[in-house]
């Protein structure tokens, strides 16, 4: 079969039949991952660029094969690897994992034939037919189009592309993307040419220049297509039923290759049927066929008519159908029910047509394409691909002798075939525009770590993030993570502080809620000096080995500077502690005993308290003070505030500070809930609320130091966000530390933890992971931004995300643990298997599930 394309200018095409095409690249804003307003936003520009479409248009969607090396350099964007060996080794070991993945990109085309202007422009398209035909029977190569060609060619695509309108954003096509388009057609999935957005289509030798093009058209028609694979061996055509080669639904592209020939079995199909109503959003198929799971290709051939025409031709129909019940008016069973619906609809449609000027009719036919190494293959996605649609009423076909015509459908340059026309449906506008043929296929960050895989219908594409790309360009940051117990929450904090230790030479700092100290084995496993400050409480026995007190928190040995204590973090600490209204006595000694103290250079909150006793002499409210510090530093779990042999916390000595507070109480949810029970709070757990405030000051002060990134990472977020002065300095962090190069990241099991509807709705980039719980599920939804009343989403939420009972066995729950809807900084939502980063041991620092060593039972 001969390619279509004679030759190549820029993005016009000039054809074997006369022809001239422009092909445009579609790059559309949002995205059919998006739900709510985003979506409807997607489906208003589409259904603009339906009613913009004249005569004959394509509009087509291709897989490409994403090769390593093309993540691996938006992995590297930006970094300095001499200064960052970590991350060199990090990314080397991720270009290792994604050799052994199928990796798919996808792009979106629309191309146009640009019918002439007069009989002379006619005259020269018949005249180019001519001469192509005639070099094709004398074996000679086509004549390159004329500079006057090429002129009139883009003048007329000028004008296309403003009949198109700005409703979707479109660009030229270059010679390389649409050398790459026609090179890539007959060796789909096997050793597929690599789209290079510049000047060359790489495995395949060619580097654009004017008119070098054509010597690799003349290569593709070379090419050699055996419809139902009549040339395979015995063996090959053996087992497909009795029909044999009525069954052999496929075609066979053999094509030469430096090596040999190389073999490519590709299946097609045409969508015959469509349900009579549509809905939105409901029917957005072409979105779910990007996502079925492996790769296809497909193309809509639509041919449009203006709403006068379409007005005229459903009268035409109308009449016919109507003729229909003088002709059954005899039958005692009456007008056939189909015949009354087709009556029903086409009135319906007439009125919406009448009802918009602007409507227009479109006759669509729907091609897709898929392929596999062996014909097997092919066939098997086929049938996967057409069983699929079954339950929503849309009917695909494979037509037996088609598959040639469809593949010459896929391609620009090539009129509609029959076989696609006679399975054409006819659509109005704002109904073609519900199968949503366009949408960013974009997700993730555009540059940074290889956080995981989108497995959106089982379709594998990179999932990028970097925690600075939304503070570097002027958006609110913060990361957070909602899952039930055992989701995987810790997992992807630890990888978050792993991206900004191994990628941005961050400093992190970290609460560690857990009796294991998990965060200990993950800054052991990550390069710099790290520092664990445990909290421990002397009179319990039952504690890891490793946990020692070792350093002290007191917040006026901590921060020296006379204005941080006297006014701010000591001041608050002592005040959340002790529990002291603003405006009383207690409050107001406090701060004078602190403005007493700071600056000092034996500050100490033992000095605060002898300080204190001194003012008691003639204020009863710095005496009563005193008494209840004197009281509460006698109880051992408060040594890393008043233990004068511990050596306070280095705010900058350390890249990665974990703090263990696991053995400091907290004060319960039901015993926050009224006045009544937080009077009842022991000063324990008043002491443990205002410990994690005092840690997230200390955070704060560290990670807004500038120079180096700061990530302040709170697993169980409620421990901070709690208190109301714990919420402020975590929506400081949100909203202010994009001008400080700092961030947070949250991890909690209900997103009422995160705080209030400020800083949850702050949050740019949100993780929601499985929930089994159906009242926990929509609230999850609500906050990722989903409707929590959409079925699919709710679905997913709760049995199919990192599922504990799979159907695959122990194996299938290993391989899938990680999985999680995400919202990325652009509002769209996927479905992502977060991957470790591969970096030494740090794979197995993060895990955190226990083992479980089971008694023998006695004899």
């Known amino acids: 079969m001969d390619s279509p394309v004679t030759d190549v200018a820029?993005?016009?095409?000039?054809?074997?039949?006369?022809?001239?095409?422009?092909?445009?690249?579609?790059?559309?804003?949002?995205?059919?991952?998006?739900?709510?307003?985003?979506?409807?936003?997607?489906?208003?520009?589409?259904?603009?660029?339906?009613?913009?479409?004249?005569?004959?248009?394509?509009?087509?969607?291709?897989?490409?094969?994403?090769?390593?090396?093309?993540?691996?350099?938006?992995?590297?964007?930006?970094?300095?690897?001499?200064?960052?060996?970590?991350?060199?080794?990090?990314?080397?070991?991720?270009?290792?994992?994604?050799?052994?993945l199928d990796v798919l990109g996808r792009s979106y085309w629309l191309a146009k034939p640009l019918s002439g202007h007069g009989w002379r422009e006619s005259a020269q398209a018949m005249l180019r037919a001519t001469s192509a035909a005639l070099a094709e029977q004398l074996g000679l190569p086509a004549r390159p189009a004329s500079v006057a060609a090429i002129a009139a060619g883009r003048a007329r695509a000028r004008v296309a592309a403003q009949e198109l309108g700005g409703s979707v954003p479109l660009r030229q096509a270059t010679e390389a993307e649409l050398l790459w388009w026609l090179c890539r057609a007959p060796v789909r999935g096997i050793d597929e040419p690599q789209l290079d957005r510049a000047t060359a289509v790489h495995n395949t030798g060619v580097t654009v220049r004017r008119g070098s093009g054509r010597a690799r058209l003349t290569v593709l028609r070379s090419c050699v297509f055996d419809e139902g694979g009549r040339t395979d061996p015995a063996e090959d055509r053996a087992g497909w039923g009795p029909l044999g080669l009525l069954n052999r639904r496929f075609l066979k592209c053999v094509a030469p290759h430096d090596d040999g020939a190389v073999t490519s079995y590709q299946a097609y199909l045409v969508l015959a049927e469509m349900p009579r109503a549509f809905t939105f959003p409901g029917h957005e198929i072409l979105a779910r066929l990007a996502d079925i799971g492996f790769g296809v290709d497909y193309a809509l051939r639509i041919t449009a008519r203006s709403n006068e025409e379409a007005r005229a031709a459903n009268r035409r129909r109308t009449r016919d159908l109507m003729s229909q019940d003088e002709e059954h008016a005899g039958d005692t069973a009456g007008v056939p029910a189909d015949v009354v619906s087709a009556q029903e609809e086409i009135q319906h449609k007439n009125a919406r047509l009448g009802a918009s000027s602007t409507e227009i009719d479109l006759e669509v036919g729907v091609v897709a394409g898929v392929w596999g190494q062996t014909a097997r293959d092919a066939d098997a996605r086929a049938k996967a691909l057409r069983q699929a649609f079954l339950g929503g009423e849309y009917r695909w076909e494979r037509p037996l002798g088609g598959q040639r015509q469809l593949y010459q459908a896929l391609l620009p340059g090539s009129r509609t075939p029959m076989v696609v026309r006679e399975c054409s449906q006819n659509l109005l506008a704002t109904d073609a525009a519900m199968l949503l043929p366009v949408s960013a296929t974009d997700f993730g960050d555009p540059a940074g770590a290889l956080f995981g895989l989108t497995v959106d219908g089982g379709a594998i594409a990179p999932f990028l993030l970097d925690p600075t790309y939304g503070p570097t360009h002027d958006s609110s940051g913060g990361i957070a993570v909602i899952g039930e117990l055992g989701a995987g929450k810790s997992v992807i904090l630890k990888n978050v502080a792993a991206v900004v230790r191994l990628m941005l030479d961050g400093r992190v700092i970290v609460i560690d809620r857990t009796r294991s100290r998990e965060w200990a084995p993950v800054a052991a496993a990550l390069p710099g000096d790290a520092q664990i400050v445990d909290i421990i409480d002397p009179s319990l026995d039952d504690r890891p080995a490793a946990a020692e007190l070792q350093h002290s928190c007191d917040p006026l040995r901590v921060f020296r500077s006379a204005s941080k204590s006297s006014t701010g973090i000591a001041e608050t600490f002592f005040a959340s502690w002790l529990d002291l209204e603003s405006n009383s006595a207690e409050r107001d000694a406090l701060g004078r005993g602190l403005d007493d103290v700071s600056g000092h250079p034996e500050a100490s909150s033992n000095r605060l308290v002898d300080t204190l006793r001194r003012h008691g002499g003639r204020d009863p409210a710095a005496r009563a003070l005193a008494d209840r510090l004197e009281r509460l530093r006698r109880d051992p779990i408060t040594r890393p505030i008043f233990d004068p042999e511990l050596s306070p916390v280095d705010l900058f000595g350390a890249d990665m500070v974990v703090f263990c507070t696991n053995e400091i109480p907290l004060p319960s949810a039901l015993e926050m809930s009224n006045e009544r029970m937080a009077a009842r709070i022991p000063p324990r757990k008043l002491f443990g609320r205002a410990f994690h405030l005092l840690i997230a000051a200390i955070a704060k002060e560290i990670c807004f130091t500038p120079g180096r990134w700061g990530e302040f990472i709170c697993d169980e977020a409620y421990n901070v966000t709690g208190t109301p002065e714990g919420q402020q300095i975590a929506l400081e962090f949100v909203r202010d530390g994009r001008k400080h190069g700092a961030d947070a990241a949250f991890g909690s099991h209900a997103p009422q933890d995160l705080g209030d509807d400020v800083l949850r709705g702050l949050i740019a980039v949100r993780f929601l992971g499985r929930h089994r719980d159906n009242s926990l599920a929509r609230s999850g939804l609500a906050w990722l931004g989903v409707d929590p009343a959409d079925i699919r989403y709710h679905e997913i939420v709760t049995k199919d995300l990192s599922p504990l009972n799979p159907a695959g066995g122990e194996d299938e729950r290993r391989a899938r643990a990680g999985e999680f809807l995400v919202r990325d900084h652009a509002g769209r939502v996927g479905k992502v298997k977060v991957v470790t980063q591969p970096y030494r041991v740090l794979p197995n620092a993060v895990l955190t599930t226990p083992s479980v060593t089971r008694g023998h039972q006695a004899h």
């Open 10 to 100: 820029g993005n016009l095409l000039f054809c074997v039949d006369g022809s001239t095409w422009a092909v445009w690249r579609v790059l559309p804003h949002e995205s059919a991952r998006s739900a709510g307003r985003q979506l409807r936003e997607l489906y208003d520009r589409t259904v603009t660029l339906m009613k913009s479409l004249r005569g004959e248009v394509m509009i087509a969607s291709l897989c490409e094969q994403v090769q390593a090396h093309a993540i691996v350099q938006r992995c590297l964007d930006g970094i300095d690897l001499d200064a960052n060996p970590h991350w060199a080794e990090t990314v080397h070991n991720a270009w290792d994992q994604l050799d052994t």
